[in-house]
């Protein structure tokens, strides 16, 4: 066991203190008996055994509570026998060479190892293409003045994930959505988010309209 501090182990010598104390109270003192007392010290013999040890008891305690404090100060290591392996390294190659822009009839040869799409720009048109495919509605719908409900909903969960998706601001959104009034965004923005919390189909058909939108549709 090796020792990160070891000079905190002078610590220890205070250990000193509780065996002075406990050797200092047992000298015996001259004493000047009382009749009024004789009572008093009758019952100190007879409990005077007891007392012994609990006083001793008290001084090992105190002695190995210093002892400890001084240990910990001291920041002990010890290895014990536990079956592993030996230091180990991690070593971090940067291959720089001209063989990782190596090109073979145009194609890089480590573009197999690249993710095969890149991720899709997402634009007002796209949420609106997106939108109009998963509703199995066309764009002139959306943008337009009809206002049956699964239409509405539709162009209102579309509105919320332009909202969501881009930095559009609600103006705008409603200029995309058929110059509408930005505050029917407002009103579309809220109803969807707070229809998220309380329908479970609300949210299903928001998130997947996200997903269509960031990674693309079947479709």
């Known amino acids: 066991m090796s020792l990160l501090a ?40 007879e409990h005077a055994r007891e007392l012994k040890v609990r006083n001793v008891l008290l001084m090992l305690l105190r002695v ?24 180990t390294a991690l070593a971090v190659v940067l291959d720089n060479s001209m063989s990782t822009g190596a090109v073979v009839n145009g194609r890089s040869v480590l573009a197999d190892l690249l993710p095969a799409t890149k991720p899709r720009q997402i634009t007002s048109d796209l949420i609106l293409d997106e939108t109009a495919k998963q509703f199995g509605w066309t764009i ?6 009809s206002r049956r409900r699964p239409l509405v909903n539709a162009r209102q969960i579309g509105m919320y994930v332009m909202r969501e998706l881009t930095d559009f601001s609600y103006p ?14 407002m009103y579309a923005v809220d109803k969807i988010r707070g229809q998220m919390t309380e329908r479970h189909h609300t949210f299903e058909q928001v998130t997947e309209l996200i997903a269509r939108v960031r990674l693309g549709s079947s479709s």
């Open 6 to 45: 070891p000079l905190a182990l002078l610590l220890g010598l205070s250990a000193a203190v509780p065996l002075w104390l406990h050797l200092r109270h047992r000298k015996v003192e001259m004493r000047v008996e009382f009749p009024g007392v004789r009572y008093l010290l009758r019952a100190e013999q």
């Open 64 to 87: 190995a509570i210093v002892l400890l404090v001084a240990l910990a100060a001291a920041s002990p290591m010890a290895r014990f026998g536990v079956v592993g392996h030996g230091p």
């Open 140 to 145: 002139e719908d959306l943008c337009g003045k």
């Open 172 to 185: 705008r959104i409603a200029e995309v959505f058929g110059g509408r009034d930005h505050t029917t965004v």
